[in-house]
């Protein structure tokens, strides 16, 4: 953990372990844009598929915001696999080193609910200030949030 977190730099790293007692045959992960309170994308960006194979019980998923290259990290591991991709964060908004930034993120043990999106993370960024929410209140179409921008990873598990 403490490696992780020398790594990271000044914007941190988010870790979530899973463990699964039943086999599954997909973990996906989503990433949705929201723009004052309201999805602007909602797409997948990480794909894990056991159909063949047995899945992994135990795995382990990052996000790393990287505030000075706008960019996020997403990392996605297990015994038997390992996936890394890079999304940009703020393309094409002014003044975006000028933003502040601020991250919500599921805390403790979550039960793992098959077939059902489950929040993850939220970066959130913002010009004119942004505050936090609990990751249990971002989900859908629209938020009730004045934050700018929001950047909000789901994950999947598919059996």
Do not use: W
């Not at 602007?40 to 047995?54: A, C, F, N, P």
Request: one cysteine or more; glycine letters at 6%; hydrophobic letters at 35%.
């Amino acid at each position: 953990m403490k490696t992780a977190e020398l790594l990271s730099g000044i914007d941190g790293t988010m870790m979530f372990r899973y463990n699964s007692k039943d086999t599954f045959q997909a973990l996906y992960v989503y990433l949705s844009e929201y723009y004052f309170g309201k999805r602007v994308s909602h797409k997948r960006v990480l794909e894990l598929s056991y159909e063949d194979v047995k899945s992994a019980k135990n795995g382990l998923i990052v996000i790393t915001p990287d505030f000075d290259n706008f960019t996020a990290k997403l990392i996605a591991a297990d015994e038997y696999s390992k996936y890394m991709t890079e999304t940009p964060i703020l393309e094409g908004v002014a003044n975006r080193e000028y933003c502040g930034r601020s991250a919500t993120s599921i805390e403790n043990k979550s039960t793992i609910e098959y077939g059902t999106e489950q929040g993850l993370a939220a970066l959130i960024y913002g010009e004119q200030g942004v505050s936090s929410l609990p990751i249990q209140d971002i989900t859908g179409e629209y938020i009730d949030t004045d934050n700018e921008y929001m950047y909000y990873y789901s994950a999947e598990f598919v059996k």
